[in-house]
């Protein structure tokens, strides 16, 4: 019969206990950063100030009028197919105005100025308690107009 033993001296010991130590914490970090919940970023947008909402749009790349227009709105208590179908729109980036109906908020109006060439283009940002609840972005023009989500691949 063998009897193996170890002795270690108490450098060697207070080492395996930091290691063990880093092991634990890494672990914790992994697990409670990675809760299996997806994370809505635009949900999470705060937009309370200019300098937040011009941040915004600067990280999608749009180049604007420095003074945007601002106007209070009310998003209506029962949606018509026009206001439907611009719901729509807000659902394919992450938005819903259906939690927001019959209350108001503040649409602030940023004129683009590096959209494809074009120059009639305006990027709507919705804002209910400093929160980004809806964006758009539109060509208001008769001939040329759209209204499509705002996202960061629309600029030249």
Known sequence: MQIVTFKLKPRQIFGAVLALT????????????????????KAEISCATEDERKNYLKSLGYEFSEQPESKEIIIPESFNEVYGEYNEIQKKQGFDLEEYKGKTATLYTYKISNYKGNDNVIADLMVADGKLIGADLCDPSAEDGFLIELTENGTT
Do not use: C, E, M, Q
């Open 22 to 41: 880093g092991l634990i914490v890494i672990a914790l970090t992994f697990v409670s950063n990675h809760n299996g919940k997806p994370v809505d970023a």
